[in-house]
């Protein structure tokens, strides 16, 4: 039952008012005053209710989202149904010279006059991100690595706040040098305090649930009934260190951890046992030219993966990610193809060491194209697809974190099963040690890895934010290859031993920029030396029939320039420019991408790119790769690729 018609249209008209002036409490609730009945009567059922550390946390996402904000996040006493605080992701994100317009610069930069605007204190956030603290006006902001707004959360303040500065009158030049106007400077609502009488403290969440909601009351929602009576789900345990990741919570570059415009584990786990995954379906053409005639060759990939997530207590939890391919144009396969993409074990002891077992995702590196650190994985064969299609590696992880100093040691054991011969299959064993932490506005990761078979590896990885400008880099330093070397003896080919050890080293920077308040462009070059690679295009087809060519780690020096202007809003609207060189061979790769989410919903994302290979015949990206059967005539010489992609998260 959802809420009469006047209390929605008096909810509605409290938020459009309530862009115009400048209340500290938002849209008509405020902490320490509001009662969980009137946020459930202005804003009808939440998309979700979970309890989390004795309080109980209504969540408003995607169509019931309030008008401004993408998501809401209302936080009560578990006991007295008292508001504590609200979380808000805004549509249209302030920009720091707002800030500074309507509620003061840093405490240190200028002193808050009287009757004028607050100061903020400023505290490091993980992933390099910031809060801005308003404590006198109870406001916290949280900006990304690129200073942009993510979320501003309300709560109870600290001490008095001072008066806000005059409505509908010009702002003071911000921080960005622009002047901006003290009611438009946000689209995040903001209205006046509501009013009400506190709920009888109680000593039971049934007497709670009855004095928040009244069900036979006029207007009340269904379902609330037993709001605060359904039992407390166990909390997600805290994990050891997410894959791919330099220091738990410290997602890097483009890391997400902390980002609140996507779903917490916590808001997803209601029960003991989560069922969910991704549907993934591309449509591509590739033209071929061979013969001096141009063919087209279609085809239809899809997979789904399915997971199953346990949680029986927060000290366990057990996954398992099952993969299904298909493409039914594929002439190669018999039928759809199923492979066990994920299937862990995770627990903790004390909660101080943290034990992961089984087949797990671990991504290393901090590049985008060339990851030379990421010696448990073979390189992405497609980097600038949507969705990286590598499973899990079979290793048992052992993880120590180190709050303090932000780090964690990691120490690995691995299993790998390999084809010796048609009959004959072996397990090659390994371990490795892995040290991240986090430094400032940048983070580090040492790396050793031990295979048998195989001579040690080494890496270091680091990554640093300096103003605009954001830096990454990566040494490896090998005494052998992923696969088998070759070299040149007259007319035919041997195989060889690497002399020595050598140094892999990948490094980029990019820059972000805002303008016109709803635009960002992101502008990135990178680079690679790999001396295990080729400066001979002999040596291309050779390896291609040997199945030992690997794409973008062939040769022994590369370059990516790549620019990247994107949209705010929840359709996520981008346009992506790629150019990807083999600088010693004079090959490129030029692709062209425009991502979305036509349906205003972060579950669904589209692409559509073309890709068009150039340089001299023979090279890199404009030569014909040699099937290993002899017998059997190559494809064709590659013209173009274009596609669509269609990612589903279910």
Avoid at 382 to 411: K, Q
């Amino acid at each position: 039952m959802m809420p009469p018609l006047p209390v929605r249209a008096l909810a509605a008209a409290i938020l459009l008012w309530s862009l115009t002036v400048s209340a500290e409490p938002w849209n008509g609730t405020e902490p320490g005053t509001t009662t969980l009945q009137q946020v459930l009567l202005s804003f009808g059922p939440p998309t979700r209710q979970v309890h989390e550390d004795g309080a109980v946390v209504l969540t408003y996402q995607r169509k019931a989202a309030p008008g401004g904000t993408r998501s809401t996040r209302f936080h009560f006493d578990a006991r007295q149904g008292v508001l504590r605080r609200v979380e808000v992701v805004p549509t249209k994100p302030p920009t720091q010279a707002g800030l500074v317009a309507l509620y003061g610069p840093a405490c240190g930069a200028a002193k808050a006059s009287e009757g004028g605007p607050d100061c903020h204190e400023e505290e490091a956030a993980p992933a390099r991100q910031r809060w801005w603290h308003y404590r006198a006006r109870g406001l916290s902001v949280l900006l990304d690595k690129q200073r942009r707004v993510k979320s501003m959360r309300y709560s109870e303040p600290l001490a008095s706040a001072s008066p806000a500065p005059a409505r509908g009158s010009m702002a003071s030049a911000g921080s960005e040098g622009a002047t901006v106007p003290a009611a438009a400077a946000f689209d995040v609502p903001r209205a006046t305090p509501a009013t009400g009488t506190l709920p009888p403290d109680t000593d039971s969440a049934s007497g709670l649930a009855t004095a928040a909601v009244d069900p036979s009351g006029a207007g009340a929602p269904d379902g609330f009934e037993d709001l605060l009576d359904a039992p407390a789900p166990a909390p997600a345990p805290r994990p050891a260190g997410p894959s791919g990741a330099i220091v738990e919570g410290w997602q890097g570059p483009e890391g997400e951890a902390a980002d609140p415009w996507h779903e917490t584990a916590q808001e997803r786990q209601q029960d003991v046992l989560a069922v969910g995954g991704i549907y993934f379906q591309r449509a591509e053409l590739t033209g071929l030219r061979s013969q001096g005639k141009t063919s087209y060759q279609p085809v239809l990939p899809a997979l789904a993966d399915i997971y199953l997530d346990a949680t029986p207590s927060k000290h366990v939890r057990g996954f398992m990610m099952g993969r299904l391919a298909y493409d039914p144009l594929s002439t190669e396969a018999n039928g759809p193809a199923a492979v066990l993409g994920q299937m862990w074990l995770k627990f903790d002891v004390a909660q101080r060491l943290f034990v992961t077992a089984g087949r797990q995702e671990i991504r290393w590196g901090s590049s985008q194209i060339w990851n030379p650190t990421d010696f448990l994985q073979a390189p992405n064969p497609d980097p600038l697809n949507i969705f990286d299609l590598r499973t899990g590696v079979d290793m048992v992880r052992l993880t120590v974190p180190w709050e303090a100093m932000a780090a964690n040691l990691s120490l690995l054991g691995t299993a790998n099963v390999e084809d010796v011969s048609e009959d004959l299959r072996r397990v090659r064993y390994g371990g490795g040690v892995r040290a991240e932490m986090a430094v400032g506005t940048g983070e580090i990761a040492a790396t050793a890895v031990f295979d048998q078979s195989r001579r040690p590896r080494y890496g270091l990885d680091a990554t640093m934010a300096l103003g605009l400008l954001d830096f990454n880099a990566e040494v490896a330093w090998v005494g052998d290859g992923n696969t088998r070397l070759w070299a040149r003896d007259g007319d035919s080919f041997v195989e060889r031993t690497l002399e020595g050890r050598k140094l892999l080293v990948s490094a980029g920077v990019s820059a972000t920029f805002n303008f016109a308040e709803l635009y960002r462009a992101v502008i990135r070059v990178e680079g690679f030396h790999n001396p295990l690679g080729y400066d001979d295009r002999a040596f291309l087809p050779w390896l291609s029939s040997q199945g030992d060519f690997r794409p973008l780690f062939h040769g022994r020096y590369y370059a990516l320039g790549q620019v990247n202007i994107g949209r705010r809003g929840v359709s996520q609207l981008s346009l992506i420019f790629t150019t990807i060189a083999n600088v010693q061979d004079a090959s490129y790769l030029s692709r062209l991408a425009f991502n979305s989410s036509p349906f205003d919903i972060r579950d669904i994302f589209v692409q559509t790119f073309v890709e068009v290979p150039y340089g001299e015949r023979g090279s890199e990206f404009r030569f014909e790769s040699l099937p290993a059967d002899p017998t059997i005539s190559g494809s064709g010489l590659g013209v173009f690729r274009a596609g669509v992609s269609l990612y589903v998260r279910i």
